[in-house]
């Protein structure tokens, strides 16, 4: 039986039960809000809370997996947004997106389907999430491939009963099936071995000659060649021992080869050459080993724990009396230490992730126990030393936001504090670079306010043309300061203008002795005049005002040679260049002998009677020309009056 001050107490714990429930929902809703209304960053992408994150969140950090392009990044991008609601405003969009993905993904499956990789292109495909717009078409391309596959393996099947058979046209026109295959690992890479495969089985006849030449020119294929066309002569030929010579001579080259693709750690290329020792062959058993060792290599390339304990146990099936066994040995040896150390890599990686100092330091300290001597020791250290970058980032980065915010203030006291705070990241640090570079924008800054003024007055002494002035205040800022540059080409500029006027008035000195040398002279110096100077203009026209009195000079000159000597040295360009030109061509053509007068025959032609025949004018050599009313006749004028 409750009594009444029990009833209090429960009513009391029900009212703080309620309180704490109201304030827990509603921290919860607040922070939910919070995160939905928050805008996209990467760094929400990478700690991100599918319990929390806004639909637009997920689908900027969706659209960054998927720019990996990869299959992983297509996955967990469609993962990030497939359980949006179907009412959801951005349903549509999303649904395009998850469209695009999946047909990307078919389309690297599509890919490693015709790279003659069947089972990856299958696992890919069916990763894809099905719906009900894809799951017709996923499964309808599967079956699609495993149909190809099916008909390309019959193919080659055929292929080879035909060629047991001897039938070597049948067997090639079997292999053109094979080109009309829609898969480009059938109709390529099958269909070159089968075509090599039917050649081969074609020369299993010739002569042993040829297995000579086969092993002269050397390489695998050439060696197995040796091999196969040697193990086809019977032991009732004479030229049987010469065939087993031949082929041990082969197969010790193909040893040779590939214990050397052992220690390149080619495993790509052993499994190739094992595949393609004969079954008939006495390297049969050196070549299983072969292919056990480089599938075994192959697995531990994936660098995981899985496949490296599938690499070692596979290392196991080669028999001590193999000739790869000491090889096997210290592979397993090496596979076993690399297996451990990339447990404490996987560890470190893992305590990693939350990204805070303490963790990416306990990280390091988790990396640190791998070895110099273990293959993952190189991994491990790049891994540590991009943790350590973090961590100073994350140290340094305070430091760099303060020297920008001081430096926000625009005033030579905000910049020197700037660079003081900046200072404080040393030299080893993964910011250090960054200051630096803002250390310089800020110093630049300060040079620019302390030197402004000096360069104002320089360029206030150039407008007023007192150039050495100008240059003479504009050199006093230094070659390591901001504005040395803009100073320099300032001076460089007044220093033209100092090198035109001086130009300019030793022209004009030159050219007030007024003779022709002289004139010429002048106008030579004053076109060095850049377009670009104050006097420029002036030069132009003392440059035209001398060649007008060139030419005036020239006019004036009694001898025509003399003439035609002063008005040449006028220049192009000049006002009068081309009244000089055709004053030169007059008194050139004057100078020009006359043409020689025309000869009165002696005797005239029988048929014109020489009373008829019209003497010659004894006071002229020319022709005589009539003189009509309208024939203006004007004196030939002298050298003063000849009109330009």
């Known amino acids: 039986m409750t009594t009444k001050t029990d009833n209090k107490n429960n009513l009391f714990s029900w009212q703080i039960i309620s309180v704490f429930l109201v304030l827990f929902f509603g921290g919860v809703g607040f922070a939910a809000t919070a995160m939905l209304l928050r805008l996209p960053t990467n760094n929400s992408c990478n700690n991100l809370s599918l319990l929390f994150s806004s639909a637009t969140n997920r689908l900027y950090c969706a659209q960054l997996r998927a720019e990996e392009d990869t299959v ?24 395009r997106y998850i469209t695009t993905w999946s047909d990307r993904i078919l389309a690297i499956a599509q890919e490693k389907y015709h790279q003659g990789e069947l089972e990856e292109a299958i696992a890919i495909a069916e990763k894809i999430p099905t719906r009900e717009a894809n799951e017709d078409l996923i499964s309808q391309k599967i079956e699609e491939w495993q149909s190809v596959w099916e008909e390309g393996e019959s193919i080659v099947a055929d292929i080879e009963e035909k060629l047991r058979r001897g039938q070597w046209n049948q067997a090639f026109l079997a292999t053109v099936q094979l080109l009309e295959l829609d898969n480009a690992y059938w109709s390529s890479t099958q269909y070159d071995e089968m075509v090599q495969t039917i050649t081969l089985a074609q020369e299993e006849s010739s002569e042993l000659d040829e297995a000579f030449a086969s092993i002269n020119r050397g390489g695998i294929d050439n060696l197995i060649k040796t091999i196969e066309i040697a193990s086809r002569i019977s032991k009732s030929s004479f030229s049987y021992d010469r065939a087993t010579e031949l082929a041990r001579d082969a197969e010790g080259q193909i040893i040779d080869i590939v214990k050397d693709l052992i220690d390149d750690r080619n495993w790509a290329e052993v499994s190739t050459i094992a595949r393609q020792i004969p079954r008939s062959s006495p390297i049969r058993d050196k070549a299983d080993d072969w292919s056990n060792l ?92 991009k943790w350590r970058r973090e961590i100073q980032v994350k ?94 080409s300032r001076i460089r500029t007044w220093r033209r203008e100092i090198t035109a006027r001086q130009n300019f008035n030793e022209a004009s000195q030159i050219a007030q002795n007024r003779d022709a040398q002289s004139l010429s002279r002048a106008i030579t110096i004053a076109r060095r005049i850049p377009s670009s100077t104050d006097v420029s203009a002036q030069g132009r026209n003392a440059v035209n005002s001398w060649s007008e009195q060139l030419l005036a000079i020239a006019r004036r000159t009694n001898s025509l040679q003399e003439a035609i000597n002063i008005a040449d040295m006028i220049p192009s360009g000049t006002s009068a260049y081309n009244a000089a030109r055709r004053d030169i061509q007059q ?53 003063e009056q000849t009109s330009f």
């Open 395 to 488: 140290e340094d980065q305070p430091y760099l936001n303060r020297a920008r915010e001081l430096a926000s203030r625009n005033t030579v006291s905000g910049w020197q504090e700037a660079i003081a705070q900046a200072q404080m990241i040393e030299a080893n640090r993964a910011l250090h670079s960054e200051a630096r570079n803002l250390i310089a924008q800020w110093r630049g800054n300060i040079q620019r306010v302390e030197d402004q003024p000096t360069l104002d007055r320089a360029i206030s002494l150039g407008s007023q043309n007192r150039y050495q002035e100008a240059i003479n205040v504009a050199s006093a800022i230094g070659s390591n300061r901001s504005l040395h540059s803009e100073a320099q």
């Open 294 to 385: 480089a599938s075994a290599g192959r697995n531990a390339n994936l660098n995981t724990v899985s496949g490296l304990n599938l690499a070692i146990s596979q290392l196991d099936k080669i028999s001590s009396s193999s000739g790869v066994y000491a090889e096997t040995r210290k592979l397993k040896n090496r596979w076993t230490l690399q297996k451990e150390d990339l447990i404490y890599l996987t560890e470190a990686k893992d305590l990693a992730k939350p990204g805070n100092v303490d963790s990416l330091q306990q990280a390091i300290a988790r990396a640190e126990f791998i070895s110099n001597e273990n293959p993952l020791h190189s991994e491990a250290q790049q891994e540590i030393r």
């Open 587 to 639: 008194w050139r053509a004057r100078l020009a002998p006359p043409p020689a007068p025309r000869r009165t025959p002696t005797n005239p032609p029988n048929n014109v009677d020489p009373r008829n025949i019209t003497p010659p004018n004894n006071d002229s050599d020319q022709e005589s020309t009539p003189i009509t009313p309208d024939t203006e006749i004007s004196p030939e004028p002298t050298l």
């Open 72 to 95: 992983e990044g297509f996955l967990g991008a469609i993962d990030l947004i497939s359980n949006l609601p179907e009412d959801h405003p951005l349903i549509s969009e999303v649904d």
